[in-house]
Each structure stands twice: as structure tokens, then as C-alpha cells.
């Protein structure tokens, strides 16, 4: 910027009201240049006016707004719980199934290569929740759909023996929807492994 043009701003801001400069310095600052609202903040001094600077309003929320959410990433609370529950159910599933393999009937062998196939999902998922891979929740969730269709098919399809893995209905389906749920609309989640 010129002298002149310094010049000729400095007399259109002297020209304007305290309100209009007040807007233009907190609320229409990004319509103007660097200069030409340190000039518009001289001015408010020179009439002895004290300027917040929306600028700085929005470095200082967006500074807080950084703290809170970093705040809320990391494997931490619920979603710790949910690792853990992911990594137990999947154990056991692959045990039961191990130990279902030593049965003869053709039926149950299906049932303990679905289990055992969940059991190692399960694992693969764990992993992935804890490398904080991207699509970790979206697997999480497959897991979980893929844990009631087994609770179902258990229920209706299979009679599972005494000694076999159980997926209880009930549990399995609460459990089901809550973990989707919480997976779908938690804002560790989203900050832990971003947006799928």
C-alpha cells in the first residue's frame, strides 16, 4: 500500500462511525486486508475505544475446541471396554470352536468353522482398533452384526450342546445395538480413527 492510499484510508475510517469500525474489526474482518484493519484498529484506539479482536476470540476458541478434542482421543473408557470385550468374546470363540472340532457330527462342525471364523474377525478387529486403523470401527460393527446373525442362526437353526460357545440372544442382540450405536455416534470414536 501507498502513502497516498494509506493516506486517503486513514481519512475514510476517521469518516466513519465507532460502530462501523467495530463491526469491520470483529465481525466483517475477513472482507478486509491486514493494513486496512490495523488501520480501522488504530483508529478505534485513537478515539480510545478497547478492541477484542474477533481473531483473536477465534484463535482462542479454536485453541480450547483443540484441547477438549484432543481430550477425547485415545483407546480410553467405553471404547477401551469395547476393545476388551472384542478381544475376551473372540477368545472364547475360538477356544469353543477348537474344542467343538473334537466332536464328530457334521452340523456342529459347521457351527465351529462360523464360530471359529468369528473368533478370528474378532482378532483381526482387535488389532485393527488398536493400530487406530481408519476402518476399525466399520469392522467393529461388521463383528457385531456378525455376532447376532451367529446368536440367531444358534437360536433357531443350530442346538448348540453344553459344551459349545454360547451367544446368548437377548444379550447378544442388546449388546449388538448398543456397541453399533455407540460406534456410530461417539465423538472418541470419530476422533480416534477419523471418518470412514
Same mark, same amino acid.
Given at each position: 500500500m501507498t502513502e497516498a492510499d494509506r493516506e486517503e484510508r486513514v481519512a475514510r475510517y476517521r #469518516?466513519?462511525?465507532t460502530e462501523e469500525l467495530i463491526r469491520a474489526v470483529r465481525f466483517d474482518w475477513n472482507g478486509y =486486508?491486514?493494513? &486496512?484493519? *490495523?488501520?480501522?484498529?488504530?483508529?478505534?484506539? &485513537?478515539?480510545n475505544h478497547p478492541v477484542v479482536e474477533r481473531r483473536d476470540l477465534e484463535v482462542v476458541a479454536a485453541d480450547l475446541q483443540g484441547r477438549d478434542l484432543?481430550?477425547?482421543t485415545g483407546i480410553k473408557g467405553w471404547l477401551l471396554l469395547l476393545v476388551l470385550i472384542i478381544l475376551i468374546n473372540s477368545s472364547f470363540a475360538l477356544?469353543? *470352536? *477348537?474344542?467343538?472340532?473334537?466332536?464328530?457330527p457334521p452340523v456342529e462342525w459347521a457351527f465351529a468353522f462360523? =464360530? $471359529? $471364523?468369528f473368533g478370528l474377525f474378532g482378532l483381526a478387529t482387535f488389532v485393527l482398533l488398536l493400530t487406530k486403523h481408519r476402518l *476399525?470401527?466399520?469392522? #467393529?460393527? #461388521?463383528?457385531?452384526?456378525?455376532?447376532?446373525t451367529?446368536?440367531?442362526?444358534?437360536a433357531f437353526y443350530f442346538k448348540s450342546p453344553g459344551w459349545f460357545p454360547s451367544f446368548p440372544l437377548a444379550d447378544t442382540m442388546q449388546g449388538g445395538v448398543f456397541?453399533?450405536?455407540?460406534?456410530?455416534?461417539?465423538?472418541?470414536?470419530?476422533? =480416534?480413527? $477419523?471418518?470412514?
Open positions: #469518516a466513519w462511525e =486486508t491486514p493494513e &486496512a484493519l *490495523a488501520l480501522i484498529e488504530e483508529e478505534l484506539a &485513537a478515539r484432543q481430550r477425547l477356544f469353543g *470352536a *477348537a474344542k467343538s472340532l473334537r466332536h464328530p462360523l =464360530t $471359529g $471364523g *476399525a470401527p466399520e469392522y #467393529a460393527k #461388521a463383528l457385531f452384526l456378525l455376532a447376532m451367529i446368536s440367531l442362526l444358534q456397541w453399533i450405536a455407540y460406534l456410530s455416534v461417539s465423538k472418541r470414536v470419530k476422533m =480416534t480413527y $477419523g471418518s470412514a
